[in-house]
């Protein structure tokens, strides 16, 4: 991995004590907080795509890292070490939205690298939820000794801004969000010919039932830059009644555009409605096609 200066500058404040094989750093900027008893680490850091960054706000969907650089201290058998990563986020009410108990946990034979780089990549995603504050806990230790070293830090999750949502008063959701077949991951309104995209309607509740089953609607319409109607459909998920459990676990209506001579962006309209009420949530979204 390339990693690249950031012009941003970062504040660390670093504490020692009296025993040289215990540390404590704190970046001011981010809260980044770091504790090491027995390993130690030069640097540790955040980024996207190779970037230095200094915020704790994501977008969901977004991936970012936390970076271990001259990660030291470690017992060697023969020229390898055995590194372990536990990671955890969990939510301000106490709910754990991740956990792994070794991201190393194939690394059986151990590693020979010098000097070693370690690091890890967080998706702020399901079960995680835009508008909810988190804590993150990056745990390594030496499988060979008793070396540890601790990182925490809390970050923000925040809505799409690219996706427009409007709700009637009785219409509760957790997420809507674009995502990509082909790449298997959420994305901004940046998309490609030939591939399919689904926006993806989550946590749904507040639409009418009746005998403990939901009808709604997912209308479609899409009109070029230009202003040619490009595709409208009035219902894709047709005739029936729906559990509730189903409609909040999730809805989702696909798209893909095959012509490359299409007027960019293409604004789309996507609107989940109550077929036997007037309760509906619309997103809107200006896609630019690539």
């Not at 959701?173 to 689904?198: A, C, G, M, P, V």
């Not at 639409?207 to 830059?225: C, E, H, I, P």
Request: hydrophobic letters at 35%.
């Amino acid at each position: 991995m390339k990693i690249q200066s950031s012009l941003i500058p970062i504040l660390i404040l670093t504490l020692f004590s009296c025993d040289f094989s215990k540390s404590a750093k704190i970046d001011l900027t981010t809260g980044l907080s770091s504790k090491g008893d027995g390993l130690s680490s030069s640097d540790v850091y955040l980024s996207i795509d190779d970037k230095k960054i200094s915020r704790t706000t994501y977008v969901y969907g977004e991936t970012f890292y936390v970076n271990f650089r001259n990660v030291s201290g470690f017992k060697k058998v023969g020229k390898n070490v055995f590194p372990g990563m536990e990671i955890s986020v969990v939510a301000t009410n106490g709910d754990t939205a991740m956990y792994y108990d070794d991201m190393y946990a194939d690394k059986t034979e151990g590693v020979d690298i010098t000097p070693l780089f370690l690091y890890t990549n967080i998706t702020v995603a399901k079960p995680m939820s835009s508008n909810n504050k988190y804590k993150l806990y990056v745990k390594i230790w030496d499988k060979k000794g008793k070396g540890t070293f601790k990182t925490q830090m809390d970050f923000d999750v925040i809505h799409n801004d690219n996706i427009k949502v409007e709700s009637s008063d009785s219409i509760t959701y957790n997420d809507i969000y674009l995502f990509s077949r082909e790449e298997s991951t959420i994305t901004d309104n940046t998309i490609k010919f030939n591939q399919t995209y689904y926006l993806i309607f989550e946590g749904l509740e507040g639409f009418s039932a009746d005998n403990g089953k939901m009808s709604v609607g997912l209308s479609l319409k899409a009109t070029t830059a230009d202003g040619k109607l490009l595709l409208e459909e009035q219902d894709l998920l047709g005739e029936g009644e729906f559990e509730p459990a189903l409609i909040k676990e999730q809805i989702s209506a696909n798209i893909i555009f095959n012509d490359n001579k299409i007027k960019t962006p293409v604004d789309c309209e996507f609107v989940v409605y109550d077929k036997k009420g007037d309760a509906k949530v619309a997103a809107n979204v200006s896609l630019e096609v690539k």
